[in-house]
């Protein structure tokens, strides 16, 4: 089992930045790939950005290249998203999962956080 649990969120104004955590218990860490989904009123949940169990690789949705950088630091069990150049549309409640292989898909994740509320403001 791996608990992950977010925190980080908040209410923020476009154009601004934020960064989201996530902390994990439970089972090694560092042997899985990790990933951060988000999920908007009324959508379902949409892939983000998701990272290797070593750092060699990171994959972005379209929607958020350039703006948002996932890092992870193993030695804290702790994975990031670091979100600048915020849009209104970036409002959603935003998830950490952990995955045995790096994925964009939701099945590929056994394991998930709670969430975190981030919402952007025009």
């Known amino acids: 089992q791996v608990q992950l649990v977010e925190s980080g969120g908040g209410l923020v104004q476009a154009g601004g930045s934020l960064r989201v955590s996530c902390v994990a218990s439970?089972?090694?860490?560092?042997?899985?790939?990790m990933g951060w989904f988000r999920q908007a009123p009324g959508k379902e949940r949409e892939f983000v950005a998701a990272?290797?169990?070593?750092?060699?690789?990171?994959d972005y949705a379209d929607s958020v290249k350039g703006r948002f950088t996932i890092s992870r630091d193993n030695a804290k069990n702790t994975v990031s998203l670091q979100m600048n150049s915020l849009k209104p549309e970036d409002t959603a409640v935003y998830y950490c999962a952990a995955s045995s292989v790096i994925a964009s898909i939701m099945s590929a994740y056994a394991y998930w956080g709670q969430g975190t509320q981030v919402t952007v403001s025009s």
């Open positions: 990272i290797t169990t070593s750092s060699w690789h990171t």
């Open positions: 439970g089972r090694t860490f560092s042997r899985f790939a």
